[in-house]
């Protein structure tokens, strides 16, 4: 099955700067990656999302990167704001997972005032 | 329009009883996952319904299983309860297998098992 590794574990900047959190897939015909942020005590919020046959989407400050020949995709925030302070989670599906998310383990992002 | 709910919030039980969780999802949408988030742990795939019928399953025992009704709403149920299913339990909901695939959690209810 699909196996998903995100990192780092946990991400501190300041505010304004940029993070990058990166995840790699094991599965080549997994062809569905959304980005998900969890605040403490609450919902996991589907962020963004990209589909294998894109290479990057954008949408304001969050973009996602896709490289399917390397089987790792990217989240990246810019301008990061205090706000943006959760965990985030990527996740892969399709192929032999079809209908099943496979999450990573999860990045604590705080952005420091 | 609602989202996907979850009732009830919070649960206590005693080891080897048996919890029923419940989750109606957002209007339109026909597949239901349960996963199971451990404190500080990442989500856990535990079993995805779509059109009444289990489409995949995660790797946990028997005792947890489940079932969608004609209304799509689902529910969980975990048997014999053990101290480490203490954790909580989030349902999502999509529109369904070759409609969409964009899955949108419940607030999760709380399992505590003591």
């Known amino acids: 099955g699909e196996n998903v590794e995100q990192h780092p574990s946990t991400l501190s900047v300041q505010e304004g700067d940029s993070a990058v959190i990166k995840c790699t897939y094991s599965d080549s015909a997994s062809n569905y990656f959304p980005w998900y942020k969890q605040e403490l005590g609450k919902r996991p919020q589907l962020i963004i999302d990209i589909r294998s046959n894109v290479g990057e989407k954008k949408d304001q400050r969050i973009a996602v990167t896709l490289n399917k020949t390397a089987k790792h995709f990217s989240l990246h925030i810019t301008e990061t704001q205090p706000e943006d302070s959760a965990v985030y989670f990527c996740?892969?599906?399709?192929?032999?997972?079809?209908?099943?998310?496979?999450f990573g383990q999860g990045t604590i992002l705080t952005v420091h005032p | 329009e609602a989202g996907v709910t979850q009732s009830p919030t919070h649960l206590i039980k005693t080891r080897g009883q048996q919890a029923t969780l419940r989750c109606s999802p957002i209007s339109g949408h026909t597949s239901v996952y349960w996963y199971q988030q451990a404190l500080g742990l990442g989500l856990q795939f535990l079993l995805w319904?779509?059109?009444?019928?289990?489409?995949n399953r995660g790797n946990f025992p028997p005792r947890f299983s489940g079932r969608q009704f004609p209304n799509y709403s689902s529910e969980l149920n975990v048997n014999a309860l053990e101290l480490e299913d203490s954790a909580l339990y989030l349902c999502?909901?999509?529109?369904?297998?070759?409609?969409?695939?964009?899955?949108?959690f419940g607030q999760g209810t709380r399992l505590t098992v003591v």
């Open positions: 999502a909901s999509s529109l369904g297998v070759s409609r969409g695939t964009e899955a949108f």
């Open positions: 319904y779509d059109e009444g019928e289990e489409r």
């Open positions: 996740a892969a599906t399709g192929g032999t997972s079809y209908g099943k998310l496979t």
